[in-house]
C-alpha cells in the first residue's frame, strides 16, 4: 500500500537505553522529516532531509541521530534516551511540489 | 529564525457558521505555506498545501489565501460542521525545506 508508516506505534523504554524509531514511504518523495509534539511546544522539527545521504538538523536535534542510506527510509535514533524525551514522534515526507504527508506517529515513553 | 503564529488559539461556533483561521509568519521568504487537520491521537492531514507563487487555493468548504508581504495566510471554512471539529495547524517551509509550524487553533463546532 502507497503511503508513510511508522514504526513501532507505541514504545516504552528506560533511560540510557538506544531506540530506533522507524519510518517508510511509498512514494520516493526527496524530502523527510521527524517531528515530535509536545504539549504546549506544538511540533517541532529535530532533523529532515533532502535525499538519501542528506540530512540537517531542525529545532531540536541534540540527543537524536538519523540516517538515509535509501530514499524511502528514515530511522531516527535516540542514543541515550532521556526522560525529556517522552513525547509523540512524527514523520513525513514531502516531494519538490507536493504536500506533505505524515505518519500516525510513535508514542515514546521513557522511564 | 522564522516564527510561526496562529490566531486564535481556540475557536468554538455554531454549526453552519462560517469561519476564519489566521496564520502569520516573520520572514517572507517562504517556499510554500500548507495547512493541516489534526484530530485527538492522530497524525495530521494534510487540507491545502499553496505555493509561494499562487495567491490561494481552494478545496470544496475550504479556502486558503497567502500574503507573502504581509507574513499572512488565512484558512476559510464555509459552513462549518461539527465533523469539522479538530486542531487546525499552519507550517511555512523554508530554504532548504526547513518546515516551521504554528501552534494551532483548536476548532469546536457545536450542533
Known amino acids: 500500500d502507497a503511503g508513510i508508516t511508522q514504526s513501532p506505534r507505541y514504545k516504552i523504554t528506560e533511560t540510557g537505553r538506544q531506540v530506533t524509531l522507524m519510518c517508510h514511504q511509498t512514494?520516493?518523495?526527496?524530502?523527510m522529516f521527524w517531528y515530535r509534539q509536545d504539549l504546549g511546544h506544538g511540533l517541532r522539527l529535530i532533523y529532515y532531509s533532502a535525499a538519501a545521504d542528506i540530512t540537517d538538523k531542525g529545532e531540536v536535534p541534540d540527543g537524536y541521530v538519523v540516517s538515509r542510506s535509501k530514499t524511502e527510509n528514515f530511522p531516527l535514533t535516540l542514543e541515550s534516551a532521556t526522560r525529556s524525551q517522552t513525547s509523540v514522534y512524527f514523520c513525513a515526507s514531502q516531494g519538490d511540489i507536493t504536500e506533505a504527508f505524515f505518519g500516525q506517529g510513535t508514542r515514546l515513553t521513557v522511564v | 529564525k522564522q516564527e510561526v503564529t496562529q490566531i486564535p488559539a481556540a475557536l468554538s461556533v455554531p454549526e453552519g457558521e462560517n469561519l476564519v483561521l489566521n496564520c502569520s509568519f516573520t520572514d517572507s521568504a517562504i517556499y510554500n505555506l500548507q495547512w493541516f487537520r489534526q484530530d485527538p491521537g492522530k497524525g495530521l492531514t494534510s487540507l491545502l498545501l499553496i505555493q509561494s507563487s499562487q495567491r490561494e487555493q481552494t478545496s470544496g468548504r475550504l479556502n486558503a489565501s497567502l500574503d507573502k508581504s504581509s507574513g499572512r495566510s488565512t484558512l476559510y471554512i464555509a459552513a462549518s460542521q461539527p465533523g469539522d471539529s479538530a486542531t487546525y495547524l499552519c507550517?511555512?517551509?523554508?530554504?532548504?525545506?526547513?518546515?516551521?509550524f504554528g501552534a494551532g487553533t483548536r476548532l469546536f463546532v457545536k450542533a
Open positions: 512514494w520516493s518523495h526527496s524530502y
Open positions: 507550517a511555512v517551509v523554508t530554504g532548504g525545506f526547513k518546515t516551521i
